[in-house]
């Protein structure tokens, strides 16, 4: 099977689902993220991984990825060439990538302020 890739529009729908998925559960994983009980940082991502996985998880495999974190990997790889694509076109200026970046956070145990959640996917749908 051919690994998925995405244009630049293409990642952007699919990013902006990621990151409203992401939204929607905002409350609940800022709750997480301060009753977690490391302060390290891999650590803290380990707690928090199993519950962003799941947020994330429906809609990697409804794009043809495997369940479970090897399947987000795999989904977050296949937005590269469109991270590349959209920096090259626009001089190193990239929303994917910042939207990529803001996900990581998130993953890593620092999940982004419910107004930059709203404001990336507000720019992603631009």
Do not use: H, W
Request: glycine share 8%; proline share 5%; charged share 20%.
């Amino acid at each position: 099977m051919e690994a998925k890739t995405y244009t630049v529009p293409e990642a952007r729908v699919a990013l902006s689902k990621v990151i409203d998925a992401l939204g929607a559960n905002m409350a609940e994983l800022s709750a997480l993220a301060a009753s977690a009980v490391s302060t390290e940082a891999e650590e803290k991502a380990q707690e928090m991984m199993p519950r962003i996985s799941e947020i994330l998880n429906g809609f990697f495999v409804e794009e043809g990825f495997m369940p479970g974190p090897f399947g987000l990997m795999q989904g977050f790889a296949a937005l590269q060439g469109a991270v590349a694509a959209e920096k090259e076109a626009n001089g190193g200026e990239s929303a994917l990538q910042e939207a990529c970046d803001l996900l990581q956070g998130a993953m890593m145990g620092t999940p982004p302020t419910e107004d930059a959640v709203k404001a990336m996917s507000v720019r992603l749908k631009a």
